[in-house]
């Protein structure tokens, strides 16, 4: 209120208490100092309505206050109900000149009609910075309500408007308080998890500034050019929506998510050809909206929007508070697929890591355990809590130097081979060291890979002496081959020269007997 106004205002109030008795000078006093003490809006409305017919010993009285576009009903005490609309008010509203209605016919042109016939009525504007914020109606079946008492009625106009003006600006800054509230509890949340539990503290937290009925988180898969909502929250039947999907250039959030640039939506009309994919909305009985494409890394993800059952819900102010919310919540969502890409790779390598037949186990720079397989822990038959952060050469019962990395070339190249026998790796195992750089397992960690080679080295024992053996016989059956090459020679020739002996036998016989 400018200097000249709230001099006219003083002016004015000092020429009404002049008219007025002691008694109810105190009374408007006492009357002021209770409208000082109201918290909120509607605390003053109520104020308003119990100091007013108590002032001026009313039968009734209301309150209507000004929301942006019309007078509405926030208190009453009779005769009036949310919603009921009185012209009277609104003239005196916008005159900012109380009036005193005694005539019938008057009377019949305002709310007085809804009910039993009053015999007097009192408007008064509440005024704040030389305009009217709403107006007080304080009437009577009884007896006449005149000057005296609209001039009463007058004095609580100011302050009511001063609480009022105050209500409402703590109102905005609370609310700007609670918007960067939420940007930084969205901003903690970018990194928690999965999307779900981030989704669901974030529409909780955005309600309490918010009023809305449903909120929808839709994920754009820009292979399939389709948007699919994944998250939903609130109560107008939100549990039923997930996984519905939207051609990504057929719907009012594909509109939105085109053109990169939040709207709001006054009224669904079932009409509208663009929603051809979202005919489930009216099934939630909603009827306006506001939609707000996700942003990250200049890449549009998705889109979040509100829901209301009223009409014309959502204004430019709740647009841009939830547009501002956009690009953190689309960061949330970015962060939140790498989280499951991340957590997919880490249950992919667990499954791979405890299918290995092997025993592995990971140790930090002082040989404490840190993560092992499945088959380390069947091996050595202990539980997981008995394992982690134990030293690895105290469970294997092995000496402290036995696993440590000899000077020279294991050093130099961050590898060890050793034999370990009658450890619970088993009568023989091969263990094999590769040192691992890393910051969780402090300066230096080393992983281990053992191999019970019992059966192995006694089936090679085995091999070897089959070897053996068979190498003999083949020594032997060389041997045999080589002798027994000269002794067919032998038998061959012996027969020749026996069948010649027999020859030559039969012609010295012949010749001693004197033939040819």
């Known amino acids: 209120m400018s200097t000249g106004s709230r001099e006219q205002g003083g002016a004015k109030i000092t020429g009404v208490m002049e008219l007025l008795e002691p008694k109810e000078v105190a009374g408007c006093h006492r009357a002021t100092v209770n409208l000082l003490r109201a918290r909120d809006r509607d605390d003053l409305a ?87 914020l709403g107006v007080l109606c304080v009437g009577a079946y009884r007896r006449l309500l005149g000057p005296k008492e609209s001039h009463a009625l007058e004095l609580l106009g100011p302050p009511a408007g001063l609480v009022l003006e105050s209500a409402d600006v703590y109102a905005e800054s609370r609310a700007l308080s609670r918007k960067l509230e939420l940007v930084l509890e969205l901003q903690q949340l970018l990194a928690r998890g999965p999307l779900a539990d981030t989704f669901r503290r974030f529409a909780a937290a955005l309600h309490e500034v918010l009023p809305f009925d449903l909120a929808l988180l839709l994920l754009y898969d820009a292979k399939a050019r389709e948007l699919t909502v994944a998250h939903a929250w609130g109560r107008a039947g939100g549990a039923a929506w997930p996984g519905r999907r939207l051609a990504a250039d057929a719907s009012l ?180 060291g590769t040192r691992l750089p890393g910051r969780d397992w402090g300066e230096v960690g080393t992983v281990y890979v053992a191999r019970d080679v019992t059966r192995a080295k006694e089936l090679s024992a085995r091999l070897q002496e089959a070897d053996h053996l068979a190498a003999i016989g083949q020594l032997a059956a060389a041997v045999a081959h080589e002798v027994n090459n000269p002794l067919a020679y032998i038998l061959t020739n012996l027969h020749r020269v026996s069948e010649h002996t027999k020859a030559l036998t039969r012609v010295l016989r012949r010749g001693a007997a004197g033939g040819p």
């Open 253 to 432: 959030h594909a509109q939105s998510m085109s053109r990169r640039r939040g709207r709001t939506v006054p009224e669904l009309t079932r009409s509208e050809p663009e929603r051809a994919d979202e005919r489930w909305l009216d099934e939630a009985g909603v009827r306006s909206g506001l939609v707000v494409p996700l942003v990250s890394f200049d890449a549009t993800v998705g889109i979040f929007s509100l829901w209301s059952e009223r009409r014309d819900a959502f204004g430019q102010q709740q647009l841009d508070l939830v547009s501002d919310l956009g690009q953190p919540l689309g960061l949330a969502v970015e962060n939140s697929r790498l989280f499951g890409r991340v957590e997919r790779a880490k249950l992919e390598w667990e499954a791979t890591f405890d299918a290995m037949n092997d025993a592995v186990c990971i140790v930090d720079a002082t040989n404490r355990i840190q993560r092992f397989n499945e088959a380390f822990r069947r091996a050595l038959r202990r539980p997981h809590g008995d394992l982690v952060g134990a030293s690895l050469p105290q469970v294997l019962g092995v000496a402290e130097d036995l696993l440590a990395f000899e000077e020279g070339t294991e050093a130099k190249d961050g590898r060890l081979f050793r034999e370990l026998r009658g450890t619970p790796l088993g009568h023989l195992a091969e263990v094999v």
């Open 46 to 132: 109520r104020r308003l309505v119990e100091q007013g017919t108590k002032l001026v010993q009313g039968s009734f009285a209301y309150v209507m206050l000004f929301t942006g576009e019309r007078l509405e009903t926030l208190a009453s005490k009779g005769l009036v109900a949310p919603g009921d609309h009185d012209p009277v008010a609104d003239r005196v509203h916008r005159d900012v000149q109380g009036e005193v209605i005694v005539s019938g016919e008057e009377l019949s042109t305002s709310l007085a009609g809804s009910g039993p016939t009053p015999t007097s009525l009192v408007y008064v504007p509440i005024t704040g910075a030389g305009r009217s």
